[in-house]
């Protein structure tokens, strides 16, 4: 039985739908609009293609109406061009697409009250709904804003106004629309689909990077991601200019919590403490990391030495704060932790960096724990 989405999955899949039928609807709406003008300039040189329509019809296109209807729909195109990069939610849209569909409706109705070549209505018809189809089915407000003139104007004059009901052209106008009808169903579900394949996709690709980059259990960055972001830090200074900093933290007496307490105790304590970790930091730049069992690492981002040693005077007050019991510390009755610090200096290596914070480190522990060191 396949997993139901979570509210999560379906925020995000919402949004990626949302986007993705604006910018189809961007793309696509702007050919649909070209198809309508390439349809109204065909009727406009009807002239020139008098010989493929019906040479020896007595009721060949030749009115002064028509010309005028179809300079109305070139001028109407050529004044919304410019705007179409405005329309940024559905009701202009809607009001846009409704608009074209009358000129459509409106020519229908001329043609069939005045009996104009009304062998060109119903391939027109059909190439109308189905290029709009191709092009609005994402959005069926929109393409309905469209279509509905049109069917609206074949089935008024085809029922109410034409001396007797053409059962044939009826029934081919329904088919056409059951057709489009379904048409757009599946092509929606294909879309709706695709959109969802990749949201999920793009999901996967984050939790994959997530457990790539992150410690799982703490939630703080892992070793893997500490070192990249050390050696971009590093080079970046280098050109830039400014500071650099690090904190090398381990848990007092660790082991002999987790003899007493139990592991899953001791992970639960891990995790409390990475929490204060991240509360003590100043900056989204600030880089807190698990760097190896009960070991943690802090890179701090144009910072001195001072200022380091006030982030590791919070990160003491905050673990002291926390207050987690710790009966066979040799240091509290509650969990501490020893800090080396250590300011990184012109052409020294990441590894020459961790060795001297880890050589302050060991300062501390053996200073009476509970506390920092900071590195020459």
């Given amino acids: 039985m396949p997993k139901a989405p979570s509210p999560a999955q379906d925020t995000a899949f919402s949004a990626l739908l949302e986007h993705y039928k604006k910018t189809a609807l961007r793309t696509s709406g702007l050919w649909l609009l070209f198809a309508n003008l390439c349809f109204a300039l065909f009727l406009f040189g009807r002239h020139y293609f008098r010989p493929l329509l019906a040479p020896e019809s007595a009721a060949a296109i030749s009115g002064?109406?028509?010309?005028?209807?179809?300079?109305?729909?070139?001028?109407f195109f050529i004044l919304i061009l410019p705007l179409l990069r405005f329309v940024r939610s559905r009701f202009p849209a809607m009001a846009l697409a409704f608009l074209t569909g009358l000129y459509w409706a409106t020519l229908f109705h001329f043609m069939l009250s005045n009996d104009v070549q009304q062998?060109?209505?119903?391939?027109?018809?059909?190439?109308?709904?189905?290029?709009a189809l191709i092009a609005l089915y994402p959005a069926a407000p929109i393409l309905y804003s469209f279509t509905s003139p049109l069917w609206v104007s074949l089935f008024y004059h085809l029922v109410f106004l034409a001396p007797s009901i053409p059962v044939l052209e009826v029934a081919a106008i329904i088919i056409i629309s059951v057709l489009f009808e379904t048409g757009r169903i599946m092509l929606n579900r294909w879309f709706v689909l695709s959109v969802r394949r990749e949201c999920d996709n793009a999901m996967l690709v984050s939790k994959l990077d997530n457990l790539a980059h992150n410690d799982p259990l703490t939630g703080v960055a892992n070793r893997r991601q500490f070192d990249s972001q050390l050696e971009q830090h590093i080079a970046q200074t280098e050109r830039q200019?400014?500071?650099?900093?690090?904190?090398?933290?381990?848990?007092?007496?660790?082991?002999?919590?987790?003899?007493?307490?139990?592991?899953?105790?001791?992970?639960?304590c891990l995790v409390s403490i990475a929490e204060c970790f991240k509360n003590a930091v100043r900056q989204p730049a600030d880089l807190v990391a698990r760097y190896g069992g009960e070991e943690f690492v802090i890179l701090l981002h144009n910072t001195g030495a001072q200022e380091a040693e006030a982030v590791?005077?919070?990160?003491?007050?905050?673990?002291e704060k926390a207050a987690i019991p710790h009966a066979l510390s040799q240091v509290s009755d509650i969990v501490t932790v020893s800090q080396g610090i250590m300011q990184w200096a012109p052409g020294m290596t990441s590894l020459e960096l961790l060795r001297r914070a880890d050589l302050a480190l060991y300062e501390a522990k053996h200073a009476g724990r509970n506390g920092y060191c900071t590195g020459a």
């Fill in 64 to 75: 002064a109406e028509f010309d005028r209807m179809s300079l109305i729909f070139l001028v």
């Fill in 119 to 131: 062998q060109l209505i119903f391939p027109l018809f059909c190439m109308l709904i189905f290029t």
């Fill in 241 to 268: 200019g400014g500071t650099l900093s690090v904190i090398m933290i381990d848990v007092d007496f660790f082991k002999k919590y987790n003899d007493h307490y139990g592991h899953q105790a001791g992970d639960t």
């Fill in 312 to 319: 590791a005077s919070r990160i003491r007050q905050n673990i």
